[in-house]
DNA sequence: AAGTGACCGAAATACCATTTCGGTCTGCTA
DNA sequence: TAGCAGACCGAAATGGTATTTCGGTCACTT
């Protein structure tokens, strides 16, 4: 395999086991493989190396959410299924996980700014799912930006944050209920 | 004036301008002309005297609140009225900004308890106006606990959040707009 | 030409001496 | 003699400094 590739590989292990404070350049060159100094042919910092691997993540978060849409179901169907899938991704996916951890406990500036970013990311991929279904005549013209932040950020308070206050999570249906009540039924033509 | 009252002025006054854990009981006791064993005779420990703080200041806010809804108007127009001056509350009174300062940069956990008790009570405030527009036959029978949680979520989102990822405040309008197609729709009866 | 790892200095860490502060309690004052 | 004050205590926080760590470089090897 090529050297960048190798050293793609072990950043993204090492960032997913330790973080990224914890991650040092001599480990990545040694998991690698390499000596230290090859990972500066191929990354100028240790900060594009972790963006590399963190938009590499991304793209498969949105890959991993694209799948699950099936072709003859409804807006609100796919949507839901593409959005619960982000955020099931997001608490399952080793690397966002222990970035998510690091941000909450450590406050690494690289690690707030990478998830930053990434939120932005996600909020354009489903913007740009809601232009699409305007463009096909399912949805209301709207403003696709601003539905796309009330959206996730519902969805992110009724699947992670109720339960921090609640004993039991809130059930998939009762996700569903309210959502279609209201912010999706404004939606649909 | 009743030294008890003298204490309770001072210890605002402290929490108020420099947080919770930057007030000394040796500070307060100054501040009221007392003795710091006086204070103990009052309350039994810091956290005590805190929390008579807080809940002395939750009270005055839902008063404001109250405050702002008219006779005659809306459901949506007043609970939009109440909401948003709780907001306001939230970003214009002295204790409030501190406290939620404290809990970015310092993570005092008694700041951190403080604050999920206040949104809890604020958010048993919004269930309880829901429930009552339900009892007047102005909304439709709802989960009314687990609507005032996503209002209130929403409202911060678009109040709050919005603005750190963007350029512009979202304006009352917008708020008030996707809102009203959205949530407060679903409500109506 | 491509790759390596010893090396550099800024920044983080560990360590410990010193200070701070919540809470107690004895003695004072009214 | 009842209520109040502030000196006092020890656990915890803080500050200063000796030491280590780590991102990045570069002279050397293959």
Same mark, same amino acid.
């Given at each position: 395999?090529?050297?960048?590739?190798?050293?793609?590989?072990?950043?993204? $292990?090492?960032?997913?086991?330790?973080?990224? $404070?914890?991650?040092?350049?001599?480990r990545v060159a040694k998991i690698a493989n390499v000596g230290k100094g090859t990972i500066y042919t191929f990354f100028s910092n240790k900060e594009e190396l972790f963006h590399s691997i963190v938009w590499k993540m991304v793209e498969e978060m949105k890959n991993v959410s694209e799948r699950t849409a099936k072709e003859g179901a409804s807006f609100q169907e796919n949507a839901h299924a593409r959005i619960m899938q982000l955020l099931k991704f997001r608490e399952t996916h080793q690397l966002f996980i222990k970035l998510i951890e690091e941000e909450k406990e450590l406050r690494t500036p690289a690690v707030g700014d990478a998830l930053t970013s990434i939120e932005k990311e996600i909020l354009k991929f489903i913007a740009g799912k809601i232009e699409r279904g305007v463009a096909k005549g399912e949805l209301k013209p709207c403003d696709s930006e601003l539905i796309a932040f009330l959206l996730f950020r519902s969805y992110l308070a009724l699947v992670n944050d109720w339960s921090k206050t609640h004993d039991e999570q809130l059930t998939e249906k009762q996700i569903t209920d309210i959502l279609n009540g209201t912010i999706f039924s404004s939606l649909l033509v």
């Open positions: 395999m090529d050297r960048r590739e190798e050293i793609m590989l072990a950043a993204e $292990k090492s960032f997913s086991m330790f973080g990224y $404070k914890a991650t040092t350049m001599d």
